[in-house]
């Protein structure tokens, strides 16, 4: 770690990591995976040094399962991975929604499916929004675009996790994750209030036993019961949390929209595009779930088109349309398997599309 | 032993079927926490498998875990609370099927909890089917014809497995099928757990347990089962004790 005055250069990951530390992160378990080995390599001597705890954990799904009891006892704690190893901590994530405790869950993703390659991918845009695990819940999901910005989101992430007694998920990919920038470390400060932690475990020692659980039984509605209590829960979350980035909106007769590292690629393509003085705009979305979806819909009035770039096939996709109620075309240029775009191939697509909309 | 309800059991019926060795282990767990005047600082963990509900029956702060992860979460618990009293109670599906993993490297990274672990030979809550430690030729409702060694290899010994780990402090098999096996073990469970208060690292007892519903023998049977026929498989002793 190279430290100037007030900035820090270093990898993605370890920005992220000394972030977490910063925003009270007492608990890191990990297992290694690539892209995003650097994280618990920097926790395994961050975390001592602040008075924290770090655990190599035999699996990922330990590691989730360790942060549920991490959690349980009121300590702000964190788990990263790639894709694979995601996929595994899907069951955790699961039982961590149902028992409502709050956590960090980053994913810097990699091509998929399967064991797929090491390079940088958003193929798991469906898996962390939609759900992943079984029953019916959801992650917070943030998506940083720059190394500045993962520094933030990631202390934004603790306080959202326990203002929500919700699992949050930093959606990042394997580029922003190795690549190193210039941060300047800002100190942290909650975004939010903080509820109590009157849940945790600590012993019942003047007070009554606490039980922390996922299952409810009995009596026959509890679970029906439990389950409206959570999605009273998301649609607060859904009012509270939507945030997107808009650039160049406002007269665009094309808007372009994608969001973490190609969000950034894509504001150099619309930037061209509005050198030459075509109306081009940029929606990124920074929540990805809560998805932003006024933004899409304000742009409808005026757009006669979307395109929304990703690498992958097309997810997010799916949500740009269902923002803008299908009120205008929405087009794709992506590619999955560990595969990104220049603003060169962007704007090439930016200028055959543009042509439609005039 | 004393015949008054431990102040780490409520005063509760519970769910468990006549002559199962679940609510006897339930109470001598109880008895050991009472002994140690620990209740007010213990955090249990529940398993996925007959004993789900036990946060219905101990007077302590409890987290219900996922199938076979309580030794993860219970990591995760003691690591931020050292000076909690943390135990995992698992079943043999639990602890040596689907929590192998996890049972392993908490044993070996030498967490300071105390597992309490009731190996009954089947699958109880779901029903009967075959169990990690299921004997040879026994019958279950996946093994119609007796489980064989050559199709589903023989029962794994928790004790002898975990005896080879360094990080292990303390590793006892019991029984709670006579009076004389039921006063052991609850030394056994005491002793465990004042190895995790005096922070000697991972303690594990295994429980040899009846389940009289699955193994479809009245209770008294069900008791000689183990002594006759588990008690052969699975020898009752010290595995290991760090002293
Ligand atoms: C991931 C997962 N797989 C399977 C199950 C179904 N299941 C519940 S309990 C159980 C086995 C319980 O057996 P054991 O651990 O021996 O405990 P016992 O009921 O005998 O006390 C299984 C397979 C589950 N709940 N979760
Ligand atoms: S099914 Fe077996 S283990 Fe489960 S409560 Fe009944 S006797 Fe006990």
New interface residues.
């Given amino acids: 770690m190279k430290t100037g005055t007030e900035k820090l250069f270093m990898k993605g990951n370890e920005v992220m990591s000394e972030a977490a530390i910063r925003a009270g992160c007492?608990?890191f378990?990990g297992y290694p995976i690539t892209p995003q080995n650097e994280v618990p390599e920097y926790m395994s001597h961050r975390m001592p040094e602040a008075g924290g705890?770090f655990?190599q954990?035999?699996?990922e799904?330990?590691?989730i399962?360790?942060?549920?009891?991490?959690?349980?006892?009121?300590?702000r704690?964190m788990t990263s991975s790639s894709s694979p190893g995601i996929s595994l901590k899907q069951?955790?994530i699961s039982?961590i929604a149902g028992?409502e405790l709050p956590c960090v869950i980053a994913n810097m993703q990699r091509g998929g499916p399967g064991l797929g390659n090491i390079r940088a991918s958003q193929g798991d845009y469906f898996q962390a929004t939609k759900g992943g695990g079984h029953g019916d819940y959801h992650l917070i999901v943030l998506a940083p675009s720059t190394c500045q910005e993962l520094w933030t989101l990631t202390m934004n992430a603790f306080d959202y996790a326990d203002r929500f007694r919700n699992p949050v998920m930093i959606l990042g990919d394997g580029i922003l994750g190795q690549m190193a920038e210039p941060v300047e470390p800002t100190p942290y400060e909650p975004v939010c209030e903080l509820p109590d932690k009157d849940w945790i475990?600590?012993?019942?020692?003047?007070r009554e036993?606490?039980?922390?659980?996922?299952?409810y039984?009995r009596p026959a509605e509890a679970l029906a019961e439990h389950n409206r209590h959570l999605h009273a829960k998301y649609d607060r979350i859904r009012h509270a949390l939507p945030r997107a980035e808009e650039i160049a909106v406002d007269d665009a007769r094309l808007v372009v929209s994608a969001y973490g590292m190609t969000a950034r690629i894509a504001g150099g393509a619309v930037h061209e595009a509005r050198r030459r003085g075509m109306k081009v705009g940029l929606i990124r979305p920074i929540t990805v779930w809560p998805f932003p979806e006024e933004p899409f819909l304000r742009a409808a009035e005026h757009a006669r088109q979307f395109l929304v770039c990703e690498m992958s096939e097309g997810q997010m996709i799916e949500d740009v349309r269902l923002a803008c109620q299908y009120r205008r075309p929405v087009a794709f240029y992506g590619q999955g398997g560990g595969w990104y775009p220049t603003p060169e191939k962007i704007f090439e697509r930016i200028a055959v599309l543009y042509e439609e909309c005039r | 032993m004393r015949f008054a309800r431990p102040e780490t059991l409520y005063d509760v019926p519970t769910h468990y079927c006549s002559g199962c060795g679940h609510g006897i282990t339930h109470r001598l767990v109880a008895q050991a926490i009472d002994d140690l005047g620990v209740r007010e600082r213990v955090i249990a963990t529940a398993p996925v498998g007959c004993a789900v509900l036990m946060y219905d029956y101990f007077n302590c702060d409890v987290i219900e875990c996922a199938h076979g992860r309580s030794p993860a979460a219970a990591t995760g618990l003691k690591r931020c609370l050292p000076d909690r009293i943390v135990f995992t109670y698992q079943g043999d599906g639990d602890l040596a099927a689907i929590g192998t993993a996890e049972t392993i490297h908490a044993a070996n990274r030498g967490e300071n909890i105390t597992v309490v672990f009731i190996n009954n030979a089947i699958y109880g809550m779901t029903g009967g089917q075959m169990a990690p430690t299921t004997m040879i030729d026994q019958v279950t409702t996946t093994t119609p014809h007796g489980r064989d060694a050559r199709l589903q290899g023989p029962p794994i010994r928790v004790c002898e497995l975990l005896s080879s780990l360094d990080g292990v402090a303390y590793l006892e098999r019991v029984a709670v099928s006579t009076p004389r096996d039921v006063i052991q073990a609850g030394r056994a469970i005491k002793k465990a757990f004042q190895y995790q208060l005096d922070g000697k690292g991972f303690s594990l007892v295994e429980v040899l347990s009846m389940c009289p519903t699955d193994w479809k023998l009245p209770p008294v049977k069900a008791a000689e089962f183990v002594n006759e026929k588990m008690k052969r498989v699975f020898p009752l002793g010290v595995y290991k004790d760090k002293g």
């Fill in positions: 007492r608990f378990a705890i655990v954990a035999e699996s799904l330990a590691a399962n360790m942060l549920f009891g991490a959690s349980a006892t009121g300590a704690c069951e955790g039982y028992a475990l600590d012993g019942c020692k003047g036993p606490r039980v922390i659980r996922s299952l039984l």
